[in-house]
């Protein structure tokens, strides 16, 4: 079966980095699309970054943008999201999801695969 298991989430303080990753298992990593998403409290469940399976070619949220840096390692089947200079409202818990091809990269229902999540709290 597939499976996407993600980890590094915690607790930081406001200006401080984390790494997330994401370890794939079940499926032909290399051809995947991999991305991020994110849910917070009381808000639907957003786009963050998204890299395609050969090319690295990568998109981020506007939010994000010259913060956080989306990328992968096939060899490993792994995908990352490095977060820099992070703030209070980057608190949520974030999913890593896998999709064959893409239409529009930032809706979720595209995607086929999802991890179960990892939290990232930013404390002022």
């Known amino acids: 079966q597939v499976q996407l298991v993600e980890s590094g989430g915690g607790l930081v303080q406001a200006g401080d980095s984390l790494r997330l990753s994401c370890t794939a298992s079940?499926?032909?990593?290399?051809?995947?699309?991999m991305g991020w998403f994110r849910q917070a409290p009381g808000k639907e469940r957003e786009f963050v970054a998204v890299?395609?399976?050969?090319?690295?070619?990568?998109y981020y949220e506007d939010s994000v943008k010259g913060r956080f840096t989306i990328s992968r390692d096939n060899a490993k089947n792994t995908v990352y999201l490095q977060m820099n200079s992070l703030k209070p409202e980057d608190t949520a818990l974030y999913f890593c999801a896998a999709a064959t091809t893409l239409t529009d990269y930032s809706e979720s229902r595209r995607y086929s695969y999802w991890g179960q999540g990892t939290q990232v709290t930013v404390s002022s």
């Open positions: 079940g499926l032909t990593f290399s051809r995947y699309y």
């Open positions: 890299i395609s399976g050969r090319s690295g070619s990568a």
